[in-house]
């Protein structure tokens, strides 16, 4: 059974970090691709970075600069850092492995970062 299990998830203040973990179990998760997607209140479910299995990355505009994603595939294991937060990143975030023609999702994590 796949399973993407997120953490790291809470409230912290605009200017703060978090990190984000996504614990892999099921798959292999080095020859798929990563990536984290986040869902605001309200809006419509947005990518917010991938990284490929080569190590690859690709980020939305809107956290170039302040996120970093990275993988571990020792431990099977993908993180989002994040930096200088804004009230706009509050959003619940989703990990997702897709590859091999499979796409898997986790559960998700909420993010809430106050002005």
């Known amino acids: 059974q796949v399973q993407l299990v997120e953490s790291g998830g809470g409230l912290v203040q605009a200017g703060g970090s978090l990190r984000l973990s996504c614990a892999v179990s099921?798959?292999?998760?080095?020859?798929?691709?990563m990536a984290w997607h986040r869902q605001p209140p309200g809006k419509q479910r947005e990518l917010v970075a991938r990284?490929?299995?080569?190590?690859?990355?690709v980020y939305t505009d809107s956290v170039k600069g302040r996120f970093t994603i990275s993988r571990d595939n020792a431990k099977n294991t993908v993180y989002l850092q994040m930096n200088s937060l804004k009230p706009e990143d509050t959003a619940v975030y989703y990990c997702?492995?897709?590859?091999?023609?499979?796409?898997?999702w986790g559960q998700g994590t909420q993010v809430t970062v106050s002005s």
């Open positions: 990284i490929t299995s080569g190590g690859s990355t």
């Open positions: 099921g798959i292999i998760s080095r020859v798929y691709t």
């Open positions: 997702n492995a897709f590859g091999n023609r499979s796409d898997y």
